[in-house]
């Protein structure tokens, strides 16, 4: 078994020697230069923590609203992430997402409102934009990412047409987990239907997002928008690029999204028909041998293994398992038979890390890896 | 719209008000004495709750382990519930499970540990015991009863051989809701697939039941036992009696339970196959219109309307609805068309009051109505 | 010991019963109709709530900002009750909190940002305006009024410059059960210093107020002005009005406000220095047998005893005890010698019922057997 | 602006790496082995957790009670961390707390009602044990220890009775992090009275500690033994070693235990009397410029400032400032003035790191710093 350990006692690290620590991991390489769009926002403030002491990036540009343009970073966010905010991250003077940005690649973390005309505009200039948002996620020639699932996706940005800017998208947070536990299982067996209810973090709605009165003792049996992305996502992610077009995977997707009083991870329980008969061994050992391009490629924030299959029957659980392999693993648990699909069971991610910011900056890396990112 | 608040501004009525307007609405009874067995664990304690100002019973008897007997009611048990424990009941003598009690009807809130054995021998002693437990859930000759779903299994009591004594069930807390949700589509429509993804209250554990340090910021996805029940008792529940034997309805069902951090009240996701094609307003008019025998008869824990349809997308919720029609009513929501089976909706009730004691209540609120308690 | 139950089993009641019970409790009154300014809010949704079925008052005018006038309730309120909103309340067409007012009698649960002038223009036009808002609470004339408290108080209306119209205020939530707990202890021993530290609920800051990335998991040791106004408000609360002015009671006070995830009722540990030594029977004794003006006068909305003293060292707990008497009495317990003071003690209120909406309805009711409203 | 991140993402960084790194830092120790009293439980857990990778330190005897004795440490935990078990420490096998056990150094998480017989039994055979429970913490000449306020008190051990073998305590959580916070302050200005009213985490509680159905949407407003500890622990840790016996600081101390629902992280509102007066400057100084001796020792577990002081009004918050510095630090916010004593603001420490096992694990490495432990 693997260790490592996300909350661990290393008091006698500091950042320096952390920072070194990855400097003899991956050495000749001059750090790329990255700005973020959205920079103030929850998922922004995700980005900034995320890639502090990146090994391959560096943010030297954080972008937002006009109103926060001009100012320190430090004055203008609301930081409420449970590490520090980095004092050379806090000393940038914030910059307006529409003006022009001296660096070539952009996460952006915008909000849907303006994701669409902004990130357009940046790629047409030239950038390299890896988006969480959703607004490009089914334009013909943008991919929509998962670096473990899809990774041949890429091969459409050469049929872009931003000049020498780029989009790449990652998929929204719910889609994510469930679609990287179903990749082994399409591989193995084919896949056929998808019946998936989820128990989702508070954290999936952004800053302030829900009420505290809504949240606590209950459960919000809806989220705007979200069955339909669950429903159409995964067919793009699963489906395949054939040089022209994405193909879509025939698949028969039921989704209904629930949100829980749960600060960070996404639950799901999700029933599958494949496309064979299997028996349950067979399943189990298809997510235990489970590895993909990041791994082979040791991208920095590759989990080392993607999925994490637990047979302890109360497992997994958000509280316990979202921050395995520092949230970019997910996990599996409870395979059993379905009475009326063919395989049930439970799948656990972190949303607002692999789901949302993380899963941004390991497509950037699998592009690093790939040399479409300089 | 009907209205009965719960929570309600009624500072002015004290309890002899009260008891006075049941007395006028059910005026010529003389109070049936009852006693509740297990009266100190937390169903008991909804049993005490729930009887208090009863226009038909009287709690004349509080039978729990050995331990307790012989001390008044209030220094044994832990009240946890949010009204006063009411001063007749806490000065209540409680009495020994094993011993003879003086009343004939009996309210069973025994752990499942004991209630096979303590409920057969008070049956077999001429008591007619109205359980909560399991245990006798599946004997060929005992309803599973739930009064607005299939009052007419009480015809199996004749059969019972008990002598003068008789045992009723209910089912389990998230089998309940789910099944009244159901009823109105089976009878309309016929049924032949149900998958539910259960979202359930901590109460439904028990006291101490689940630890904090479990519930806090997280789900536990999975629950002793739980998908078992739910995967058989509908077919009992929805099945027929023929005069000597019970007859499953032939349903497939797959259950997923996982447990919120939500106080009270079980929240289900529920897709279901119907026998014929419908359209949605033909389903939401069979629970609009849906009333029972229990309705009919005027019960007096009977809610005027058993399911309450919900048209706004982001109802019910556990908080909001949880306590409508005194925690006996079902909330029904979010109905819409399923890609895998026919349609998708979300239900919800109360675990503690319809799934457990207030369920039991009426069921003998039921026998009384039929002239089998008196 | 007395006993109502809040979320009692009554299914047989239903609306018209209660009605008719009120009725006969208050029979020969004609219900004064009145108003709610910022009917909409949270505050003003628990006036709805706990004005419906009033015996004195019958809600006619729902009053709110332009956006929502012209609209029926129902249309523009987010109802976030745990009752059904009443048909006739949701049938009320909303007016503009600008208009006239066909209503002498008006609640205010207006915003602090706009109510110091709406109820100042209101009370100029003639309308007594029952407020809950801060703006006018140190106003010169303007009681500051607990009708337990310091009832008298309300002669000060006969000084007020409004002409026909009157302005009455209830204090600040965490004030509130704080002070009515004082108020026994400075009748019978004098009080010098509070010492106090609070864990007030989330509804304490409206709705959508704290964010539930905030509030889970967590404690928030701020709340915007709040200690200002526990440091004040009970000043004026324990003074008296000598005819011309209110002079303020010599206390000395120091309070820190938190913030905890409990949906409602404020805890507050309580540390206290009386004006003479007194054993702490004497103490207990004091809060045990305290009666005042709105329990001799038999006010609907009084609780039958303002203070209910728990002798169990875990009692009393917001979830536990915050509906006794519907959410209108105070809850007392763990009293103990301070090592710096004198003594210590645990206080509990419903801080939307008791704290607020309930607090003014008694207010007014005060008024209306006094014969200030008729 | 110091930074070392928690969550950070590292994911490149593998547990091998860091071990190289500590060995880096500390290069030329052989590890010390070490063994776990009480392992199995939560303390017990938290120690395997912390001492996971440690420097100086290595894990070499799991001792539990005899049921769990014989078997695979990873067979009989029941893990509830948030980081996966150790390979290496799941593979031990668990060795019965009375028997003999071949490592000198021993951290106690032993339960009260066995660690004063079983600790003083190991020091009779020569071990030095670490202890985390209460039962030692007044004897005579066991120093109760905080290497960052008392550390001079381990002169006491050349006094114990216990031939080779010795004993240290480390204080009650909610104690550590206030005196931490005090010990500027009585070092610069002298400190008289304390009055403080704690939040405390439920993880305080242990595991499964308290219930769910008390602790969501409730605050419990008692801690057994809590308020005796505070009011006691802060005297010895402030006092003095004469040579010969503790002797205590002259603190007037009153205490209120709430328990809140938070999982980690004790908040606790404070308010002091200095021996001198002072402005609130010094103050905030005497907090910003406090380094103490396992800082200059450079201790592996030391954080790098004991105290964090936070300008922001609305911190610190359990949630956003716990796991600073790993847990070890104590943040430090709201100083202002006490109507009552002379300044009031609020601490936060991280219960179960810095206010259990993790302060033991301090308190090891102070004494191997000191030659103590070889």
Redesign the interface.
Known sequence: ???????????????K??VN??NR??PSRTKIPVGILGATG?VGQKFV???????WFEVKVLAASHRSAGKPYRDVVNW????????EI?NLIVQSANADLPVQVLFSALDAKVAETVEKTFADKGHIVISNARNHRFHPQVPLLIPEVNPDHLAALKTQPFGQGKIVTNPNCSTTGMVIALKPLMDAFGLE?I?V?T?QA??GAG????????????????ISGEEEKM?REPKKLLGRWDGEHFVEAPL???A?C?R????EGH?E?V?VKLAKPVNKEAVREAWLNFKSIPQKL?L?????RPIHYFEQ????????????????AVSV??LRS????DY?F?VLSHNTIRGAA?GA?LNAELMVAKGMIK
């Open positions: 078994m693997y260790f490592y350990a996300v909350n661990l006692y290393i008091p006698a690290i500091r950042k020697e952390r620590e990855m991991k991956y929850s923590q995320l890639l502090s002491g990146h090994p409420l992430q449970n590490t520090p905010l980095p004092d806090g239907k019946h209810v128990m508070l954290s800053y302030p997002g829900v009420s505290s009165l809504d949240a606590l003792d209950n459960v919000i049996p809806y429903e028969t997707i039921s209904s629930n829980v009083p749960v600060l639950l329980s029933s040791n920095p924030s590759a989990p080392s029957e109360h497992l997994p659980q958000p509280r316990l398992q979202r921050n395995l392999e520092n949230g970019m648990g409870r379905c009475a009326i699909l049930k439970t993380g900056i």
